[in-house]
Structures are given as C-alpha cells and as structure tokens.
C-alpha cells in the first residue's frame, strides 16, 4: 500500500466507450506511454503526472463514491504498481475496469478486472505492435470470465475497417468476447461506420465517444 504511481488526473466523469458507457465511473489516469499512436487524444498523460501512493489513490477513489472504477492512461500497464492497485481496489468491492493500449501482455491482470483492450488498425501507425497474445488469452478464457475481456478497435477510414473484419474473422473474436468498434472523432463520420456494419451482418458495438458529445472534445478531467 505504500507503493507509488505517477498519476495525471482522478476524476468523476461517465464511462464514454465501452460496454459500461453511460455510467457515472471514477478514472485513475495514469502518466506514462511510450506509444506514439496518431490519433492519441491524450497525449498530456506522456509526460504529466505527479507520483500518488496507493493508499492516496484509493482514498481520493472512495471520495468520489462511485462502485465502477477505470484504471487508464496514458499506459497504465507500464507501471508495475499498477497490478496491486488494481488488486486493492478489486478487494474492496469495487468494479475495475483497465484501459490499455494493447501492446502490453494483460496475463498478470487480476481475473477480477474488466479489460478493455486496444486492437490498433493500420491508420493508427503502431498496428505492427499488437499484443496478439491478449487475443488468444481472451480466447482461452474459461467461459464464466468471458465477461470480463472486451476489444475496443478506433476506425479512421474504410482500409481500418476490412483491416479490422479480416482479424476478427480469424480468430471468431466476436463468438467469445465484446468488441467494441468506434470512429476516430471528426476523421470519420458514425453513420459510415454504422452503414459497414449492417451491410457486413458484422457481430461488433458500434460506440461513440460519448464525453467527447456532452462536454467540448477537448476538454480534461471529463
């Protein structure tokens, strides 16, 4: 409990792209990334952060007083301490959800934590560092765990998009597990994305940036 983490922000907002958005939820951003993905909307998180020790992190957690927790980034798997905050956080009640960017191996992940898992697409610029190994984990999950892994992939454009339906239909991702499939904010519109997925029979969520519609998208702390 007396580990630190370099933390960018804690705030109260609503769960905005997942299979909880909606939800009023507590963020744990973490600071740090190494990744260099072009559509980054928070690349503030690279590089401020001010280290916050668990026991710190889990009382500004309880003051917000929401059960659904987000722990993101930044990339929250490249700092260590994350796991046992996750951990602690998990065994007082609370429902956890991490938020990665996908190039990091989740296998020492609490089974407890709803993963949230980034495939990125060619457009994004580091399609080439995927952790495929996470698709196969997902894949061999025992069925009551299923639940708790979900795939989230941004599309900009229609090559992302037959890039992201040939993978899927090479590992059946979608018989097993959520995948989410979003649009890049103002790079390519909704309802073109929507239009490709019905015409395909295509088994995914379509999701929206929902914070990014109630409050201005470039807007912090939301």
């Not at 639940?147 to 239909?169: G, P, Q, S």
Request: hydrophobic share 35%; proline share 6%; charged share 20%.
């Amino acid at each position: 409990m007396n580990r630190s983490l370099l933390v960018n922000e804690i705030f109260l907002s609503i769960q905005g792209e997942s299979s909880r958005a909606g939800t009023p939820c507590t963020f744990v951003r973490l600071a740090g990334c190494r990744s260099t993905c072009t559509w980054c909307d928070t690349r503030y998180a690279m590089t401020e952060g001010e280290p916050m020790s668990i026991r710190d992190i889990i009382r500004e957690v309880d003051h917000k007083q929401t059960p659904l927790v987000e722990i993101t980034g930044g990339e929250p798997l490249e700092q260590p301490a994350v796991h046992p905050l996750m951990q602690e956080l998990c065994n007082r009640g609370y429902s956890v959800m991490l938020e990665t960017g996908g190039f990091i191996n989740v296998n020492e992940v609490d089974a407890r934590v709803h993963k949230i898992i980034d495939i990125k697409p060619p457009s994004s610029g580091v399609s080439q560092n995927n952790c495929t190994q996470n698709i196969l984990l997902a894949l061999q999950a025992p069925p009551e765990q299923r639940h708790t892994w979900e795939f989230k992939i941004v599309i900009a454009d229609r090559n992302d998009y037959n890039w992201a339906t040939e993978l899927l239909d090479n590992y059946s991702l979608t018989d097993h597990c959520t995948v989410m499939m979003g649009t890049v904010f103002d790079q390519l519109p909704p309802a073109d994305l929507a239009s490709w997925i019905l015409h395909d029979h295509l088994n995914v969520r379509l999701q929206l940036q929902l914070h990014k519609y109630i409050w201005p998208p470039d807007m912090r702390g939301v």
